[in-house]
């Protein structure tokens, strides 16, 4: 049996390498090989973009822009249902495709398929509830009419962490809106976004109105969609870094943009904290995807009455969890992406290691095939190591000793970043009294997951711009249009 025999339908890497998907066309190609993070070996080979397929997607989401935003919003929103009622049917196959080049383990690339499919149950709700508004002007002679209008075409760029929640996240609320998008996934997870473009065929998504490009050349390509009159929003997820050269790019043009960044999240428990709870809510938000999530808990800051207790529990956690390929049923952690991000958390592990720290489970990277790393608790970690400042996104978790509710706060908020923290109390007044003080977009108390398709996910300072999700996140399509009438 083929590697690929085993993995028939949606599961099938072969079945994605069709090429290029624009105006409803596919375009064979090759030029991008997807491997198999937990051996290293190749997947599939996808088709690499040139800048004249960019400009052809653009004029093929052109073509159908007009079209799409005279559709009923009823008619949009029954075409977004249906995509999530196929995501929903072929849910194991996807979550298996995400396994495979991902490598996260099978229960989280179910997880994976089942949040990313509600982005457009969600938004076929949000489509026909688009708002408006209408206001006395404050001397009482006039009366202030507010239209929201879909913004224009839009460029989707997504990571490889959440290969289908990041493109259905975008997606959803920009078909809702009324736009017509062009995507652009990551090198590593390109299969995942084909597969969902060929369930939206399915759906009755019209040719043009979502297109998807892979290509070895992300910042040339970018540049050239932006510079395309026609291109008027830009949603971005990715690195921080990323992110600051596409606004650079974007400003050139004045086009609109929406950025998911980096975080750093700290997880915070306190002395009054469930220890269990606090325990379990850890590996959630430690573990989920081996630690490859911009919400992971990256800094561990806990109260000293309860440290040593946390580091033993959290330690038999870890040290439990089965490692092995995504696609292999009884993996609890999968592999890294690639090497590189091995090479970078055992950087960060060794420097920590060297300053002080000590790993109570893990702490070197595994010798066999693939990228793997191993769940690392580390304690004794100084406050001001590299590996407090930086992202891990591996499944290293550093622990701090604090004393007080306000050395908790400091240390929460010596970061540049911003998207996500973490409290652990019984005490709820204390929680929201400490969570007002943290910079943070996104906050859960007592709860290790806090990622909804209902709710607004975002960061603040260098972990973004704008918010997806929620009702909020529709309006990131549209642009409020203002009719002054006398009547
Ligand atoms: P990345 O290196 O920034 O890449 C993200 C996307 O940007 C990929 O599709 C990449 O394409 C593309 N890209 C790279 N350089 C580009 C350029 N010059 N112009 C246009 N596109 C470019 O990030 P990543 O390593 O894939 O993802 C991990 C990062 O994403 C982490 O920092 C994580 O925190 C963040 N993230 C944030 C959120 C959030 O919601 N805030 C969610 C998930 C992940 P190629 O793959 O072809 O290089």
Aim: aromatic share 8%; glycine share 10%; hydrophobic share 45%.
């Amino acid at each position: 049996m083929t590697f690929h025999a085993k993995f028939s339908g949606y599961a099938d890497p072969a079945l994605h390498a069709a090429g290029l998907y624009i105006g409803g066309k596919w375009q064979s190609g090759s030029g991008i090989t997807v491997l198999d993070p937990s051996t290293g070996n190749l997947l599939a080979e996808v088709a690499d973009a040139a800048i004249e397929d960019a400009q052809r997607a653009v004029d093929a989401a052109d073509a159908a822009a007009a079209g799409w935003r005279a559709t009923p919003a009823r008619q949009r929103s029954e075409i977004l249902r249906r995509w999530y009622q196929l995501m929903t049917q072929h849910a194991e196959e996807l979550a298996t495709l995400i396994a495979l080049e991902n490598g996260k383990a099978l229960a989280d690339a179910r997880g994976e398929v089942a949040y990313a499919a509600e982005f457009f149950r969600w938004y076929a709700e949000e489509a026909t509830r688009i708002p408006g508004e209408f206001r006395h002007t404050p001397s009482g002679s006039h009366n202030i009419l507010v239209d929201h209008e879909p913004i224009g075409i839009a460029v989707l760029i997504t990571p490889w962490n959440f290969p289908a929640a990041m493109a259905t996240r975008k997606i959803g609320p920009a078909l809702a809106a009324g736009c017509t998008v062009i995507l652009k996934p990551a090198s590593e997870t390109p299969l995942t976004a084909y597969a969902t473009a060929r369930l939206g065929e399915e759906a009755g998504v019209p040719p043009g109105v979502v297109n998807v490009l892979t290509t070895s050349n992300p910042g040339g390509i970018t540049n050239a969609m932006l510079a395309d009159p026609r291109v008027r929003k830009l949603s971005f997820t990715g690195s921080t870094g990323v992110g600051r050269v596409l606004l650079a790019e974007a400003a050139k043009s004045v086009v609109s943009c929406s950025m998911e960044l980096g975080g750093n999240a700290p997880f915070i428990v306190f002395d009054d904290a469930h220890l269990e709870a606090a325990l379990d809510g850890a590996m959630i938000a430690k573990m989920r995807n081996a630690g490859e999530a911009c919400t992971a808990a990256n800094r561990f800051y806990v109260q000293a009455g309860i440290h040593d207790a946390f580091v033993a529990g959290l330690t038999a956690r870890m040290k439990s969890l089965k490692i092995g390929p995504g696609y292999d049923p009884e993996t609890q952690c999968g592999p890294m992406i690639t090497q590189n991000a091995v090479r970078k958390i055992d950087r960060l592990v060794s420097e920590a290691l060297a300053a002080g720290a000590r790993a109570t489970t893990g702490g070197k990277p595994l010798t066999e095939n693939g990228y793997f790393y191993p769940p690392t608790v580390l304690e004794n970690v100084p406050v001001n190591a590299s590996i407090a400042r930086e992202e891990i996104f591996g499944p290293v978790a550093p622990v701090y000793k604090f004393e007080s509710d306000d050395e908790a706060i400091r240390l929460a908020n010596n970061t540049e970043y911003g998207l996500a923290a973490y409290i652990y109390s019984r005490d709820l007044k204390r929680a929201m009294k400490v969570g007002k003080r943290i910079e943070t977009g996104m906050l859960g108390i007592n709860r290790g997951l806090m990622s909804d398709p209902a709710a607004p996910f975002g960061g603040v300072k260098q972990s973004g711009l704008g918010r997806e999700g929620g009702v909020t996140g529709i309006l990131e399509f549209m642009e409020p249009k203002y009719f002054a009438v006398d009547y």
